[in-house]
């Protein structure tokens, strides 16, 4: 059971390219959610999925677009990097609104230059 | 807007000794509060919850929680650190609203002195 699957795990972009991180799960959760991670601020959510073709954003969306197709898949494109989308970006998943217990990626490590 | 406030962004303890970190959230009554354990480049991992029921939670690798609403926190404790417990420790909620998104506070590092 491979649980919430991230890739790629590190990436590095120049400022203005785009690129989408991955995320799938294999436990047939409803719903999945975005957060980035920085040093002191904890985890930031930025954009979430309560089922397949329904999204809303979080706390800091701006600069990122997801989309839900299908209920295992939630990837997070970025638009156009820029040096303050440097961070370590966790994908999670819940069984349901009604249980929130999250299960965590390993997380995609990105930076920016 | 529930907000999740965690004090001490860094603890030391030695090896044996008590371990105390501190989440107290807002006044509304989240439906949920967590605790995750995060350990060098990995992901979050689920150290206990508290839903309904019970206010001492215990969970995994001998970590507990208790749930004082009159206090609005719900503290983690183990009675003895072992090395292998230094790690990030995130407090978490659900929200009031119908999305029950999880909100975290900012993070303590727990490090443990041999």
């Known amino acids: 059971n491979a649980g919430v699957t991230q890739t790629p795990k590190f990436q590095v972009l120049k400022t203005g390219q785009s690129m989408t991180l991955q995320c799938a799960q294999d436990?047939?959760?409803?719903?999945m959610s975005w957060y980035r991670q920085d040093p002191g601020m904890g985890l930031r959510l930025i954009h979430y999925?309560?089922?397949?073709?329904?999204?809303d954003q979080g706390e800091v969306p701006n600069g990122y677009n997801v989309s839900r197709s299908t209920t295992e898949d939630f990837p997070l494109r970025l638009l156009s990097a820029a040096p303050s989308q440097t961070s370590v970006y966790f994908c999670?998943?819940?069984?349901?609104?009604?249980?929130?217990?999250?299960?965590f990626g390993q997380g995609t490590r990105l930076t920016v230059v | 807007a529930q907000s999740v406030t965690q004090l001490g962004s860094h603890v030391s303890v030695s090896e044996g000794a008590l371990v105390l970190l501190r989440c107290n959230y807002s006044s509304s009554v989240p439906p949920y509060l967590f605790w995750y354990v995060q350990y060098p480049n990995q992901g979050l991992q689920l150290l206990l919850k508290?839903?309904?029921?019970?206010?001492l939670v215990k969970g995994i690798n001998g970590f507990e929680a208790e749930f004082k609403k009159s206090e609005t926190s719900f503290h983690l404790t183990k009675p003895s650190a072992h090395m292998s417990d230094a790690a990030e420790y995130f407090c978490?909620?659900?929200?009031?609203?119908?999305?029950?998104?999880?909100?975290f506070g900012s993070g303590t590092r727990l490090l443990v002195r041999p």
């Open positions: 436990m047939n959760h409803e719903y």
């Open positions: 999670a998943s819940s069984y349901s609104g009604r249980d929130p217990e999250a299960f």
């Open positions: 978490a909620v659900s929200g009031t609203d119908s999305s029950y998104k999880l909100i």
């Open positions: 508290y839903t309904t029921g019970a206010t």
């Open positions: 999925s309560v089922g397949a073709g329904i999204t």
